[in-house]
């Protein structure tokens, strides 16, 4: 197949180093995709081909290693990932450190970089860049398009990396121990967690003899986010994610497809993962945990 554009953000500026689609891009960075992918693609729309960009590139910066593209990828590319100004800014901070090649280097940005927060082109990257030179994180440069991380940036994204509060590597897990969703734990959300480099911890994963709603709080308190999956409308898991919250965890919200009407009025305003089966669930989780944390410091896929 004769390919002279990136499929995905159109750049003019690629390579296909192997007999494989391997594509290496200025914007997308790296990635491999399937020739159902690409054919399934080429009916999007501009703005969700750029969600697409963003998900390879935020992938290719936290793993230095390429996507991989297929029918299934493509089916959780339907949103944005980062909700808030603040997500959107750390994501553009994470890119510009992964590029730089010595403190105090000048990465050059791009208006398509806006792919990096989920953004589209136009004033939106301009606004990120002052607004974080306006926080200290950026130095003022004469032009927008230059990015350099100061001292504060390179700490705040140490920080973000390695969180003081929490382990890095554990993510905790509350959901409902229903029979019923067993391969949604088994199957579903711890591999998901791990294919992501975290550990997935919930409060019967290790022997011990404490109070159960100690092991809960003590569990929460010591990882670095929580999985919550209010499937069946668990009230423990909706205090769990409550107490998360205040101590200021990342939460990440699973329900399955059958019960999403049922989701409890004050957290439907929340972004959910919505999964039909456990290798669904898996997959999803996975590419969230990536888009959002990055890649954990646990070794293994």
């Given at each position: 197949?004769?390919?002279t554009a990136?499929?995905?953000?159109d750049s ?41 960009s ?12 390429p ?8 089916e ?9 100004v ?11 450190a ?21 953004g ?21 440069r ?14 705040h ?9 929490g ?27 791990e ?6 911890k ?6 011990h ?33 409550g ?5 200021g ?7 399955q ?23 669904d669930l ?15 410091p646990?070794?293994?896929?």
């Amino acid at each position: 197949m004769t390919v002279t554009a990136c499929p995905i953000c159109d750049s003019p500026d690629v390579e296909y180093p192997g007999p494989t689609l391997s594509v290496v891009c200025p914007v997308c960075m790296q990635y491999e995709i399937t020739q159902t992918a690409l054919a399934m693609i080429i009916s999007w729309p501009k703005d969700r081909k750029l969600l697409l960009s963003g998900r390879v590139r935020r992938h290719w910066t936290d793993t230095q290693r390429p996507s991989h593209v297929t029918s299934d990828f493509l089916e959780a590319v339907d949103a944005s990932v980062l909700r808030g100004v603040l997500d959107k800014q750390n994501a553009l901070l994470f890119d510009v450190a992964s590029r730089s090649t010595r403190p105090g280097a000048v990465v050059p940005l791009s208006p398509l970089d806006c792919v990096v927060f989920d953004g589209q082109p136009g004033d939106e990257l301009t606004y990120h860049v002052l607004s974080l030179v306006d926080r200290e994180l950026l130095q003022s440069r004469p032009h927008v398009y230059e990015a350099v991380l100061t001292s504060k940036g390179w700490e705040h994204v140490e920080r973000l990396r390695n969180p003081a509060a929490g382990n890095r590597s554990d993510i905790f897990v509350a959901m409902s121990f229903s029979e019923t969703l067993r391969h949604a734990w088994e199957d579903g959300i711890r591999p998901g967690i791990e294919r992501a480099g975290y550990s997935a911890k919930r409060v019967d994963s290790d022997a011990h003899n404490d109070r159960i709603d100690d092991r809960i709080i003590a569990g929460i308190r010591a990882s670095y986010a929580l999985v919550v999956d209010v499937t069946t409308q668990n009230a423990g898991a909706y205090f769990e994610a409550g107490f998360a919250m205040g101590l200021g965890r990342p939460v990440v919200w699973t329900v399955q497809e059958d019960d999403l009407p049922n989701l409890h009025f004050d957290t439907r305003q929340f972004n959910h993962l919505v999964w039909s089966e456990p290798d669904d669930l898996s997959d999803k989780l996975t590419n969230h945990l990536l888009a959002v944390f990055g890649r954990g410091p646990v070794s293994g896929e």
